[in-house]
């Protein structure tokens, strides 16, 4: 089965600093999600990544999925308080999207100091 | 749009009690699932549905029992509860391609 490995487990960084999380795949990667949690609140939907090499950006957050397949990154520039949470990846295998059966990495804590 | 509803939000049970998360989604979506959320280990997946009257099981299926009988609702049944299904429960949906949305989470405690 599909396994996905995210690091680091947990990230403190000062205000105003660049941060990147990655998402390991065991298997090829077909469709790979990043949501962020706040602490006891739902998931928020950030980025759809489907194709190798694809690369998206919202506001100073940007994530890419490596040409392979099998990783995917989250980089946010000039952190701020707002970016505190938990990050997580989430992806399918083969023909997911039409079964909607996702897996998750063990999520990414993220502190920012002001 | 009200996205996907979960009821209730917490909720105490003894070991060996029976209760059943409610879930609704009111955007036609083929596709809902039920994750449980416990610290270090992320999202693990109980069950999904891929349409009314299909359910399949996920990586944690153990002592939980679902039912898809229209498209709107997902309920998860607990049927005789026990203190290693404290967790924070979160159902979610999607359409075929697109993102997956989630509810706000059930907050359950096994005493």
């Known amino acids: 089965s599909q396994e996905l490995e995210q690091s680091p487990q947990s990230l403190i960084v000062q205000e105003g600093k660049n941060l990147t999380i990655n998402c390991t795949s065991s298997k090829t990667l077909y469709g790979l999600y990043w949501y962020k949690q706040k602490y006891g609140e739902g998931l928020i939907f950030l980025m759809m990544l489907q194709k190798g090499g694809e690369e998206k950006s919202h506001e100073k957050i940007t994530a890419k999925l490596d040409e392979k397949k099998q990783q995917s990154s989250l980089h946010i520039t000039a952190s701020q308080p707002s970016h505190a949470g938990i990050y997580l990846c989430g992806a399918g295998p083969r023909g997911s999207s039409n079964t909607g059966k996702l897996i998750f990495g063990q999520g990414t804590t993220l502190q920012v100091k002001p | ?111």
């Open chain 2, 1 to 111: 749009n009200a996205g996907v509803t979960q009821t209730p939000k917490f909720q105490v049970l003894k070991t060996g009690q029976s209760m059943t998360l409610q879930c609704a989604q009111d955007m036609n979506h083929e596709y809902m699932s039920w994750y449980r959320q416990d610290p270090g280990m992320g999202l693990r997946l109980i069950h999904y549905s891929v349409g009314a009257g299909i359910t399949d099981q996920g990586e944690v299926p153990n002592g939980y029992n679902v039912s898809r009988s229209t498209t709107e609702d997902f309920p998860l049944r607990l049927l005789s509860a026990a203190p290693s299904q404290t967790s924070v429960y979160f159902c979610a949906s999607r359409s075929r391609g697109n993102e997956q949305f989630f509810g706000p989470g059930t907050r359950l405690t096994v005493l």
